[in-house]
């Protein structure tokens, strides 16, 4: 089984021209958001799909889905150059896979929601409020979503809270790339 996240970004940069991971819209948080999402110990998850969604300049929105299999040229050295050259090939009007299993495309946060929930995926919003994950039911189509540093938009997470559950991996606030840590941790623990 396949666990999703999605990893919300007011302003990662939206094209591949950047050097300074922290001047383009703390890019180095996205690093750290994929290695904790799919690096273990000696080894790769391939049971994770990472949804990342960015907002920043110079065109957004932009989304980027991660699924990494053996073919996939990943290196904890390199995530950057990972996603600028996936940020690069960005096609308008389509869905472009730049790597296996590695893809962008223009698409908002709503509208990936809106066409994981057409997939019969339930959405779970990771917020300290929530349940904790400990004691909650997590259904096997479960996504996860959290957000950056500034958290979701507004907007967007009054009209998920009423269409989502919301859980909490506990009273502290971590770091995102912790949270996911967690969420796969809790999971593994699941046998999910």
């Known amino acids: 089984m396949v666990r999703e996240i999605i990893y919300f970004s007011s302003k990662a940069r939206t094209s591949g021209n950047f050097s300074d ?32 969604i960015f907002y920043g300049q110079p065109d957004p929105p932009k989304h980027l889905e991660l699924q990494f299999n053996e073919e996939t040229p990943i290196s904890k050295k390199d995530i950057a150059g990972l996603i600028k050259r996936v940020l690069y090939k960005y096609k308008e009007g389509k869905k472009t896979e730049v790597f296996p299993g590695c893809f962008v495309e223009k698409k908002s946060l709503l509208q ?18 929530g349940e904790d ?28 809270k009423q269409e989502a559950k919301l ?17 796969n941790n809790e999971l593994d623990r699941r046998g999910s």
């Open 167 to 183: 859980i909490s991996v506990g009273n502290k606030t971590y770091f995102s790339s912790q949270v996911i840590t967690i969420v």
């Open 112 to 129: 990936v929601i809106d066409e994981l929930k057409g997939g019969g995926k339930i959405i779970y919003i990771l917020d300290k409020k």
């Open 21 to 52: 991971l922290m001047q383009a819209g703390r890019m180095d948080i996205v690093c750290n958001v994929i290695i904790h999402a799919f690096f273990i110990s000696n080894a790769m998850r391939d049971d994770v799909k990472l949804h990342l």
């Open 133 to 160: 994950i400990r004691k909650a039911e997590i259904n096997d189509k479960a996504v996860f979503l959290l957000g950056d540093q500034e958290g979701l938009p507004f907007k967007e997470l009054k009209r998920l």
